[in-house]
């Protein structure tokens, strides 16, 4: 039987420590047979999921884009963007068996020793783009989140081969590779609806001049109700390509203040919009708040891509968008900054955007 919380740790510091600064991260609490939830990981009443709250009734829409030259397509991807800022693509020719080896490179980086995920904490770690780290930015939470995660921060090839855990290393780089066919077509089909014609040079850096990968590990939880596997909030990219596994628990912000769940659908990528699309679209396409639970029976793992603009950029509405006189919601912000604004508090909504407003 394993060791109960009360028999390994003294106080809340030796849990900090234990969980942060030594390496084993929630999964290593959660592995420990807890029989309770340590205080620090209690949510407020406000930030729990209730299930008065939720609708079952209603979905994100799930877009077929095997055949990119039919125009419903364009349409369905774009009125998603606008309605929801989330939708769900089938036939998008990223293989299955690339999704599939993800997925299991990810459980293979968590089944790591703590010694050697340790190596990839901020202060230990060979590079401030490789990040192995739990809950969101722990300095600035009031209640931590559930969550592990190793993030990885794309600059090249070599980089990502030098310094990457070789676990998972492969099979990353070739989802990311996969994917990003299907990130410039649903770019263009977007662009286009905002009379933005061509992405050349300058856009592309504007929309995808950087590119950022979490591995996300969600362990089972002994009290999920009390906690939350991520916080409201909005992503910061131009779009979020999402890969989840078969154990569901995304929510995203429905209408009437519900929220409304993003079930798993075998072979299926979830597409969302980020701030900065929703800035540079002067708020046509939405940038959505969405969370995640936290899961009594099963360890649940996700595999976001953010495609983001480059961090030395300025990002505002796009001339094109404002052309007919629309005026502009949004100033032109420095998008590091953006970013920097958005990590320095704890998950909170929708507020970050507000940095940008006029």
């Known amino acids: 039987m394993a060791p109960t919380l009360a028999v390994s740790f003294n106080d809340s510091s030796e849990i900090t420590d234990f969980v942060l600064k030594k390496g084993n991260g929630v999964k290593g609490l959660s592995e420990m047979g807890l029989d309770s939830l340590p205080e620090q ?31 419903g397509v364009a349409e369905a991807i774009c009125e998603a963007a606008e309605k929801w800022g989330f939708f769900q693509i089938i036939n998008h020719g990223v293989p299955i068996e690339v999704l599939e080896n993800v997925k299991e490179a990810t459980h293979l980086f968590f089944g790591l020793s703590a010694e050697e995920k340790r190596k990839y904490l901020k202060e230990l770690s060979p590079s401030n783009n ?26 090249s090839e070599d980089e990502a081969s030098a310094l990457w855990p070789s676990v998972c290393r492969d099979q990353v780089l070739e989802y990311m590779k996969r994917s990003e066919i299907v ?15 061509e992405i050349d040079e300058t856009k592309e850096s504007l929309l995808m001049g950087s590119k950022r990968i979490n591995l996300n590990y969600y362990p089972i939880c002994p009290n999920p109700e009390l906690t ?23 929510y995203v912000r429905g209408n009437n203040d519900s929220w409304v769940h993003v079930p798993p659908v075998n072979g299926s990528i979830v597409i969302n919009v980020g701030d900065a699309l929703q800035i540079m679209s002067n708020g046509r396409y939405k940038s959505i708040e969405h969370r995640v639970i936290a899961n009594g029976s099963n360890n649940r793992i996700s595999v976001p891509i953010f495609i983001n603009p480059a961090p030395s950029e300025k990002i505002s509405p796009f001339p094109e968008v404002l052309a007919s006189g629309e005026k502009a ?3 032109e912000v420095l998008y590091s900054d953006y970013v920097r604004h958005f990590f320095q508090k704890a998950h909170d909504g929708k507020t970050t955007i507000e940095f940008a407003k006029i």
């Open 228 to 250: 939350v596997g991520v916080g409201r909030h909005s992503d910061v990219s131009t779009l979020t390509v999402l890969l989840q596994d078969d154990i569901g628990g995304l």
């Open 130 to 155: 490789v990040r192995f780290g739990t809950s969101f930015s722990p300095e600035a939470e009031k209640a931590l989140e559930w969550k592990d995660y190793l993030s990885l921060f794309y600059v």
């Open 41 to 71: 990981y209690i949510q407020p009443l406000e930030e729990r999921m209730c299930d008065t709250k939720t609708m079952s009734q209603e979905s994100v829409p799930l877009i077929d884009i095997s055949k990119w030259d039919d125009p």
């Open 183 to 197: 990130v410039r077509k649903l770019l263009d089909v977007l662009m286009k609806n905002l009379n933005v014609t």
């Open 329 to 331: 919601v949004y100033k």
